[in-house]
């Protein structure tokens, strides 16, 4: 069973610039989540999908993050314009119902901000 | 105060040795207990959860849940060189949207000496 697949894996921007990360879930995953992860921290929730419906997107800076899901499949995370806070790493997640004890994490994007 | 402690570490020991990491936590809504171990440059993969007081053996590991006390527990006998990772605990409960929201711990990186 292949994973949850996540490009790029690394990135490096300057403060002001946008930048977006993708995600493809496991096939016939309904659910899909986006983390931040500071170093030093642990994954934060920043939206849910379920299927192509937004569950939570309760701590999603919107003024500056947004993300869509089309189809219901792939996802893309988008950050406009970038902060130097926004140095993290950006993990998708994946579960067939909407237990987190089902779901599969990507390997993440690192994103630095200059 | 955070409603998840979790001592950040570093923590190192001797191959064989019995590891014991902890965590606290102050919200009494959470319902599932959970504990991810997360190699470097990895995303989080779910080693157990449990939802109720008591322990739960699963092969070297056990994780132990003392609701009274608000402290979890995860215990790693005959540590590997492969252990060595980070650990986070996480707790989850139903939010106001309907959907179980993870709150993980900062993590505690574990080095396993050969």
């Known amino acids: 069973e292949a994973g949850v697949a996540q490009s790029p894996r690394y990135k490096i921007i300057e403060k002001r610039q946008s930048v977006a990360f993708w995600c493809n879930p496991i096939s016939g995953h309904a659910t899909l989540y986006w983390y931040q992860q500071i170093l030093g921290q642990g994954p934060k929730l920043l939206i849910q999908f379920q299927n192509n419906g937004v569950v939570d997107d309760s701590q999603l800076p919107k003024d500056r993050f947004s993300a869509e899901r089309l189809k219901g499949v792939d996802s893309t995370l988008k950050i406009q314009p970038a902060k130097l806070e926004d140095s993290a790493v950006y993990l998708c997640?994946?579960?067939?119902?909407?237990?987190?004890?089902?779901?599969?994490f990507g390997q993440g994007t690192r994103l630095t901000v200059v | 105060q955070k409603e998840v402690e979790q001592d950040p570490g570093p923590l190192s020991v001797p191959e064989g040795a019995i590891v014991s990491l902890n965590c606290t936590y102050s919200?009494?809504?959470?319902?599932?207990f959970m504990w991810y171990r997360q190699y470097s440059r990895k995303g989080p993969e779910l080693l157990m959860y449990t939802y109720s007081s008591g322990n739960k053996e699963d092969g070297r590991f056990t994780a132990q849940v003392d609701k009274s006390s608000k402290y979890i527990s995860l215990f790693i006998r005959d540590s590997q060189p492969s252990d060595s990772a980070t650990y986070l605990c996480a707790m989850s409960v139903i939010s106001n949207f309907g959907n179980e929201k993870l709150t993980f711990g900062t993590g505690t990186r574990l080095t396993i000496i050969p």
């Open positions: 997640a994946s579960s067939f119902g909407l237990s987190n004890t089902e779901a599969f």
């Open positions: 919200n009494s809504a959470f319902q599932y």
